[in-house]
């Protein structure tokens, strides 16, 4: 080994290990905090003796090594039988990487079906089932256990499949198999053993054809791309999505399954890597200024629909930062220049490396042709970076209108080109320029992707600050864009967004900077109507504009808007935006041309609709059937949000509808129920207990109005709701998880038990009868006390758990149709206290003999005398039976009890 890292050294120019490790931190600076030149050598010359440990566990360093020496780690000795099982984090070189056969990764994502991406709300489809058995560790290497056919598994470039891949890598029992297109898999038709295979591009025509000879297949296709409509098999059947094979192969040719699923982020997912980060810090004793309840506060202030940290590599970059960095020295998240303050933080870089990233990020923004934040090849990086005083944005057709063309000669000077390669190079390596292993040419993005984004939301919020629409306008058309120019108007005032909308009235309302304008604004001006900002009249004629082109484009259709390609009930931002804002510009006065809307599209105007208003088509909530912890992500919480002020605002609402309805409408409807005081369904309160999301929600709501009473309202609205839904005299599965959860906890919390009691009818009695623990101790007596006496005795329970604080209570229902559960209830309290009582001869003869017939068999010897002398056990039959059913307990005392007899 020491051959091979003199080798690689020298071959570079390098004459010893310090003037390499020398090298290695001028190419990464940030790997320069944490140790020292001459240290690195000294693990340099180590590595050259075989001791590769301390790389295996730094991979940040490894990695520097190897671009600087320009090897694989297996040139200079470093194998992946090594260091193959160990991930590292780019973003975050700091935190130590994962040994993938011992430690468990974080899991931020889930295998969603792709049928549920389709517009099908409440699908039975599982989300993992089919799965499951590919992602366990040491999966099972039976074949006849795994899923038949091909799992196709869609992982969208923003969610990352690397550390997935990596993890299927150290710890699958099957082969994985790594390929630029399916052209180039050769299936081996002798073995049947499962087989996952990681695609890297997507060509024309893709097509995997499997031989006849291929009796059961069973593969996973992992790939940044869904699964192609040519897809197909020489056996030419696809039925419907996934089935398990657990019979042993058949000789005949079987039907070939397919099954799309897409790795879909958890709502929380922000929040999961976060915590996995801190207790990672934690667990591994590095020293750090990062603390998790900070993370998120400063991202919910940032960005709190996940607009602008949209990935985990964003997320692990923020972390980085404060690890890293002081309270004083982050950024303000709410500050206009957060993305150049940001910079500093990210990578110690000089004035002019900075202005350069800022200029290519700027140019890249402004080419609306060439979408925002895919690579490009180096060619087209020099060619940007060749500007005199702007960069040069003619990267494609020579005659491209939109191109800004400041450098047009080809015969530059040499020390121009030599000023452009060190500019890039400066950038790469400060990593702010990276090399993504995407298309076989070897493509190069500015990094972190979040630092780009965040440097055009800060030229964004200039330009809505002075009104000019025009640019942003025109690129809002453009999809890859949309995100960013949303978060700025997001994050600007009222007063600049009024200000935009009077410059906008003169425009043409076709121009395309006008169309984009007006429906950004139409979407976040509904957006703060719906969230219950008062709009000024001149903002109406976004409004206006957008209909308008409706109209006047001859549409009649479900598509309100033109650059905004929502299907109502997907599960996307853009849906949850748009349909908010619709139902928010309906609070606001009802254009004439309203009427004459798609139907579909007039459901998304409730408050115009009056007394014809109907349920608007929704999206489901991500949380699955079943009972579910899944929590909301903030665009989420914002939407709901948004929805429900619109259902206070809406004086009439339908009380059902035949329509199929999505899961956010129970949160929805009772919270707005129960702020009415109205009756709720059975039905929405059997669904609303099943997601742990919805009654966050829904106590979210109630905690924001705190009205004298809404907390009562919210006890008696639960019990007679559970009280309806048990006709068979049997508790609703759902009722338990609605007991245990923080709306009941919160209904307990902020209502006093007198004012419940009140209020309290035969319905309610009957829940707390066969139910008291859902209520504390305090209430519980509480109702003991004012409930009367029942004339059935049918308060068995609530008396069985009172405390010894109702003694007093449970003394004066013996004697009464309640004495067998007083009497109980009182020995289990203390059998001396009843001891007490009785020796003082102040009970009557009916109170006497409950505590006498209902009292433990192993208290027979000090109660024989109270049995002999009390009148009425002169009956011999009771007193007969009081001693046989002690008999079998006291053999001790069978004398003595057998004498009562006679």
């Given at each position: 080994m020491?051959?091979?890292?003199?080798?690689a050294?020298l071959?570079?120019?390098f004459?010893s290990n310090?003037a390499?490790?020398e090298?290695?931190l001028l190419?990464?600076p940030e790997l320069?905090?944490n140790?020292q030149?001459?240290?690195?050598g000294?693990?340099i010359?180590?590595?050259?003796?075989?001791?590769v440990?301390?790389w295996?566990r730094?991979?940040?360093?490894?990695?520097a090594?190897t671009?600087v020496l320009?090897?694989?780690?297996s040139?200079i000795?470093i194998?992946e039988g090594n260091?193959?099982?160990?991930y590292?984090?780019a973003?975050?070189?700091?935190?130590p990487?994962l040994?993938l056969r011992?430690e468990?990764?974080y899991e931020?994502a889930?295998a969603?079906?792709?049928i549920?991406l389709k517009?099908?709300a409440?699908?039975?489809h599982?989300r993992?089932?089919?799965l499951?058995?590919?992602?366990?560790?040491?999966?099972?290497?039976?074949?006849?256990?795994?899923?038949?056919?091909v799992?196709?598994?869609?992982?969208?470039?923003?969610?990352?499949?690397?550390l997935l891949i990596?993890?299927l890598q150290?710890?699958?029992a099957f082969k994985?198999l790594?390929?630029e297109?399916?052209?180039?898999v050769k299936m081996d038709?002798?073995s049947?053993?499962?087989?996952?295979?990681?695609?890297?591009?997507?060509s024309d025509?893709?097509d995997l054809?499997?031989s006849e000879s291929?009796?059961?297949?069973?593969?996973?296709?992992?790939c940044?791309f869904?699964?192609?409509?040519g897809f197909?098999s020489?056996?030419?059947?696809?039925p419907p999505?996934?089935?398990f094979?657990?019979?042993?192969?058949r000789t005949?040719n079987?039907?070939?399954f397919?099954?799309?699923f897409v790795w879909?982020l958890?709502?929380d997912w922000r929040?999961?890597?976060?915590v996995?980060?801190?207790q990672?810090?934690?667990t591994?004793?590095?020293?750090?200024?990062?603390?998790?309840a900070?993370?998120?506060?400063?991202l919910?202030v940032?960005?709190p629909?996940?607009?602008?940290?949209?990935?985990?590599?964003?997320?692990?970059t923020v972390c980085r930062?404060f690890?890293s960095?002081?309270k004083?020295g982050?950024?303000?998240p709410?500050?206009r220049?957060?993305g150049?303050?940001l910079q500093?933080?990210?990578a110690?870089?000089?004035s002019?490396?900075?202005d350069?990233?800022n200029r290519?990020?700027?140019?890249v923004?402004q080419?609306?042709?060439?979408?925002w934040?895919?690579?490009?090849?180096w060619?087209?990086w020099?060619?940007?970076?060749?500007?005199e005083?702007?960069?040069?944005?003619n990267m494609?057709?020579p005659?491209?209108?939109?191109?800004?063309?400041t450098v047009?000669s080809?015969?530059?000077p040499?020390?121009?080109i030599?000023?452009?390669s060190?500019l890039?190079?400066?950038l790469?390596?400060h990593?702010?320029l990276?090399?993504?292993?995407r298309?076989?040419?070897g493509?190069?993005?500015?990094?972190?992707?979040?630092?780009a984004?965040?440097?055009?939301?800060?030229?964004l919020?200039a330009?809505?600050q002075?009104?000019n629409?025009?640019t942003?306008?025109r690129?809002?058309?453009?999809?890859?864009?949309?995100y960013?120019i949303?978060?700025a108007l997001s994050?600007?005032?009222?007063?600049?967004?009024?200000?935009t909308?009077r410059?906008?009235?003169?425009?043409?309302?076709w121009?395309?900077?006008?169309?984009?304008a007006?429906e950004s604004?139409f979407?976040?001006?509904g957006?703060r109507r719906?969230?219950?900002?008062v709009?000024?009249?001149d903002?109406?004629?976004?409004?206006e504009?957008?209909?308008n082109r409706?109209?006047?484009?001859?549409?009649?259709?479900?598509e309100l808007?033109?650059?905004r390609k929502?299907?109502s009930?997907?599960?996307?931002?853009?849906v949850?935006?748009?349909?908010?804002a619709?139902?928010?510009w309906s609070l606001?006065?009802?254009p004439?041309?309203?009427g004459?809307?798609?139907p579909?599209?007039?459901?998304?105007f409730?408050?115009?609709?009056?007394?014809?208003?109907s349920?608007?088509?929704?999206?489901?909530?991500?949380g699955?059937r079943?009972?579910?912890?899944?929590?909301?992500?903030?665009r989420?919480?914002r939407?709901m949000?948004?929805?429900?002020?619109?259902?206070i605002?809406?004086?009439s609402w339908p009380?059902g509808s035949d329509e199929?309805?999505?899961?956010?409408?129970?949160?929805l409807l009772?919270?707005?129920?129960?702020s009415r005081g109205?009756r709720?369904?059975?039905?929405?309160w059997a669904?609303?207990?099943l997601?742990q999301?919805a009654i966050d929600?829904?106590?979210?709501?109630?905690?924001?109005?705190?009205?004298d009473?809404?907390?009562?309202?919210a006890?008696?609205?639960i019990?007679t709701?559970?009280y309806e839904g048990?006709?068979?005299?049997n508790f609703?599965s759902?009722?338990?998880?609605?007991?245990?959860s923080?709306l009941?906890?919160?209904?307990?919390?902020h209502?006093?038990?007198?004012q419940y009691?009140?209020?309290?009818?035969?319905?309610?009695i009957s829940?707390?009868?066969?139910?008291?623990?859902?209520f504390p101790?305090?209430?519980?007596?509480?109702?003991?006390?004012a409930?009367p006496?029942?004339?059935?005795?049918?308060?068995?329970?609530l008396i069985?758990t009172?405390?010894?604080e109702a003694r007093?209570l449970l003394?004066?229902?013996l004697?009464?149709?309640?004495?067998e559960?007083?009497?109980?209830?009182?020995?289990?309290?203390s059998?001396?206290?009843?001891l007490?009582?009785?020796?003082?001869?102040?009970?009557d003869?009916?109170?006497t003999?409950?505590?006498?017939w209902?009292?433990?068999?192993?208290m027979?010897?000090p109660?024989?005398r109270?049995?002999?002398e009390l009148?009425a056990?002169?009956d011999?039959?009771l007193?007969?039976d009081?001693?046989?059913?002690?008999l079998?307990?006291n053999?001790?005392l069978?004398d003595?009890?057998l004498?009562?007899?006679?």
């Amino acid at each position: 080994m020491s051959q091979l890292i003199e080798q690689a050294r020298l071959k570079v120019g390098f004459k010893s290990n310090d003037a390499l490790a020398e090298a290695i931190l001028l190419h990464r600076p940030e790997l320069a905090l944490n140790i020292q030149r001459r240290s690195l050598g000294t693990r340099i010359g180590k590595l050259a003796k075989g001791e590769v440990d301390w790389w295996q566990r730094n991979l940040g360093y490894l990695d520097a090594l190897t671009e600087v020496l320009n090897v694989d780690p297996s040139d200079i000795g470093i194998h992946e039988g090594n260091g193959g099982q160990l991930y590292s984090f780019a973003e975050f070189p700091e935190l130590p990487p994962l040994d993938l056969r011992s430690e468990a990764p974080y899991e931020l994502a889930f295998a969603r079906i792709a049928i549920e991406l389709k517009g099908l709300a409440n699908s039975d489809h599982p989300r993992e089932l089919d799965l499951k058995p590919w992602l366990l560790k040491d999966q099972m290497r039976d074949a006849r256990k795994m899923p038949r056919g091909v799992s196709w598994l869609w992982v969208p470039t923003e969610v990352g499949a690397e550390l997935l891949i990596k993890q299927l890598q150290a710890t699958s029992a099957f082969k994985v198999l790594k390929v630029e297109s399916l052209q180039d898999v050769k299936m081996d038709a002798q073995s049947a053993m499962p087989l996952v295979i990681v695609l890297s591009t997507q060509s024309d025509g893709e097509d995997l054809v499997l031989s006849e000879s291929w009796p059961e297949i069973t593969l996973l296709v992992i790939c940044p791309f869904s699964m192609p409509n040519g897809f197909t098999s020489n056996h030419g059947t696809s039925p419907p999505d996934g089935e398990f094979s657990n019979s042993p192969p058949r000789t005949s040719n079987p039907p070939w399954f397919k099954k799309s699923f897409v790795w879909t982020l958890h709502d929380d997912w922000r929040k999961r890597l976060i915590v996995w980060v801190q207790q990672r810090l934690d667990t591994k004793k590095i020293d750090t200024l990062l603390a998790q309840a900070e993370v998120m506060t400063w991202l919910e202030v940032l960005d709190p629909e996940e607009r602008l940290v949209r990935t985990p590599s964003d997320v692990l970059t923020v972390c980085r930062m404060f690890h890293s960095r002081s309270k004083k020295g982050r950024p303000d998240p709410a500050g206009r220049d957060v993305g150049r303050r940001l910079q500093s933080c990210f990578a110690p870089i000089d004035s002019r490396t900075s202005d350069t990233f800022n200029r290519l990020a700027d140019a890249v923004w402004q080419h609306i042709n060439h979408p925002w934040g895919d690579p490009m090849e180096w060619e087209k990086w020099r060619h940007l970076c060749s500007f005199e005083g702007s960069p040069a944005l003619n990267m494609d057709a020579p005659n491209d209108p939109n191109a800004v063309k400041t450098v047009k000669s080809s015969k530059r000077p040499r020390q121009k080109i030599d000023a452009v390669s060190t500019l890039l190079d400066d950038l790469k390596r400060h990593g702010l320029l990276a090399s993504v292993p995407r298309r076989a040419s070897g493509d190069y993005a500015l990094k972190p992707q979040l630092l780009a984004d965040l440097r055009i939301r800060d030229l964004l919020a200039a330009e809505i600050q002075s009104a000019n629409f025009q640019t942003w306008g025109r690129l809002s058309l453009d999809p890859d864009r949309q995100y960013l120019i949303d978060a700025a108007l997001s994050a600007a005032s009222m007063t600049d967004l009024l200000q935009t909308v009077r410059m906008l009235r003169s425009a043409n309302p076709w121009e395309a900077s006008a169309v984009g304008a007006s429906e950004s604004l139409f979407l976040e001006l509904g957006n703060r109507r719906a969230e219950g900002h008062v709009l000024d009249a001149d903002m109406h004629i976004v409004t206006e504009m957008v209909l308008n082109r409706y109209f006047e484009s001859g549409n009649s259709g479900v598509e309100l808007l033109l650059t905004r390609k929502a299907v109502s009930r997907v599960d996307h931002p853009d849906v949850l935006q748009t349909i908010s804002a619709c139902m928010g510009w309906s609070l606001t006065i009802k254009p004439k041309m309203y009427g004459k809307l798609n139907p579909a599209v007039l459901q998304l105007f409730p408050g115009w609709a009056g007394n014809s208003v109907s349920l608007p088509p929704m999206p489901d909530h991500a949380g699955a059937r079943g009972f579910s912890e899944h929590s909301s992500s903030s665009r989420w919480r914002r939407f709901m949000t948004a929805l429900y002020r619109v259902f206070i605002e809406i004086e009439s609402w339908p009380a059902g509808s035949d329509e199929p309805r999505s899961n956010v409408l129970a949160p929805l409807l009772i919270a707005a129920g129960l702020s009415r005081g109205e009756r709720i369904s059975v039905e929405l309160w059997a669904e609303l207990a099943l997601h742990q999301w919805a009654i966050d929600f829904v106590v979210e709501q109630l905690e924001k109005q705190r009205s004298d009473g809404l907390a009562t309202v919210a006890l008696r609205l639960i019990l007679t709701a559970v009280y309806e839904g048990m006709p068979t005299g049997n508790f609703p599965s759902w009722s338990f998880f609605l007991f245990k959860s923080n709306l009941w906890r919160w209904a307990i919390k902020h209502s006093a038990p007198a004012q419940y009691i009140a209020q309290i009818d035969y319905a309610q009695i009957s829940v707390l009868q066969a139910q008291p623990h859902i209520f504390p101790d305090s209430w519980r007596h509480a109702l003991l006390e004012a409930l009367p006496i029942s004339e059935r005795g049918d308060r068995d329970e609530l008396i069985l758990t009172a405390g010894t604080e109702a003694r007093t209570l449970l003394l004066k229902r013996l004697g009464t149709p309640e004495g067998e559960p007083a009497a109980k209830r009182l020995w289990q309290l203390s059998e001396e206290d009843v001891l007490r009582i009785l020796e003082s001869g102040k009970l009557d003869v009916k109170s006497t003999f409950d505590l006498l017939w209902h009292s433990p068999y192993h208290m027979a010897t000090p109660l024989a005398r109270y049995v002999s002398e009390l009148p009425a056990f002169d009956d011999k039959k009771l007193r007969r039976d009081w001693i046989i059913k002690r008999l079998s307990g006291n053999a001790m005392l069978s004398d003595q009890l057998l004498t009562l007899l006679h």
